[in-house]
């Protein structure tokens, strides 16, 4: 069975520094690998896949993430913290085997504070 | 706009009634997926479909719950004698054909279902 663990809850970081958003996967074959935002009443919304290839994903607003084989994770990352950022972040994860349905982590909130 | 539209957006029913939500996906996605996300979860998947036929419904919790996709674009979801731990938004969500799994989704906005 897929499964996907944000072990934070709320992460608080202070505008300018670099934050960083944990993401662990668990699947029986290869891994795809999402992250998507949620801003208040809108929809989820892409920020960036692993699929295969190079390990360092960039993606939407200068986020980009680390897929790491070993630790089995997907930590998502952004070099400097804008206010604008804050909001709540979802890794989810496939397996490449088979059309299995994508399996979304609980969320973690990101607070960027002035 | 061109995105995933859902209606209605907010839906206030009683206990035991019928509701049908819609979803309007992107033009040209084979693909469509319903989930349910409760208050502090991640989406849970329901169902999907590829083209007019459900390919996945593992996710329904039971059989109150039924989707259809007639024409292969817009779906509807439908719960029946709905209760009140039905309350949820219900997510909508298009993309690209199935693909192995590779193609990132486009969601909709969303229904909030909320069961008196």
Do not use: M
Not at chain 1, 13 to 33: F, R
Not at chain 2, 11 to 40: F, M, N
Not at chain 2, 48 to 57: E, H, K
């Amino acid at each position: 069975a897929q499964s996907v663990a944000q072990p934070e809850d709320q992460v608080n970081v202070a505008e300018g520094n670099p934050l960083t958003v944990k993401c662990t996967y668990s699947v029986s074959g290869n891994p795809y690998l999402f992250w998507y935002v949620q801003y208040p009443n809108r929809g989820l919304q892409f920020l960036l896949k692993y699929i295969t290839g190079d390990n360092l994903v960039k993606g939407s607003y200068g986020f980009e993430a680390e897929f790491n084989k070993s630790q089995t994770s997907f930590h998502l990352k952004k070099p400097s913290a804008l206010v604008s950022d804050s909001a709540l972040y979802f890794c989810a994860v496939r397996d490449i085997r088979g059309n299995t349905p994508l399996v979304f982590g609980k969320g973690t909130r990101l607070s960027v504070i002035a | 706009g061109a995105g995933v539209s859902q209606t209605p957006s907010n839906k206030v029913t009683e206990k035991g009634k019928y509701v049908e939500l819609r979803c309007d996906p992107i033009s040209g996605h084979t693909a469509l997926y319903w989930y349910r996300q409760s208050l502090g979860q991640g989406p849970e998947f329901l169902i999907y479909f590829q083209g007019t036929g459900a390919a996945d419904d593992s996710g329904l919790p039971n059989d109150r719950f039924f989707a259809v996709r007639p024409e292969g674009s817009v779906s509807t979801l439908k719960i029946q004698r709905t209760e009140r731990g039905d309350s949820a938004v219900y997510l909508c969500a298009s993309s690209l054909t199935i693909a192995g799994g590779r193609n990132e989704q486009f969601f909709g906005p969303g229904t909030r279902l909320t069961v008196l």
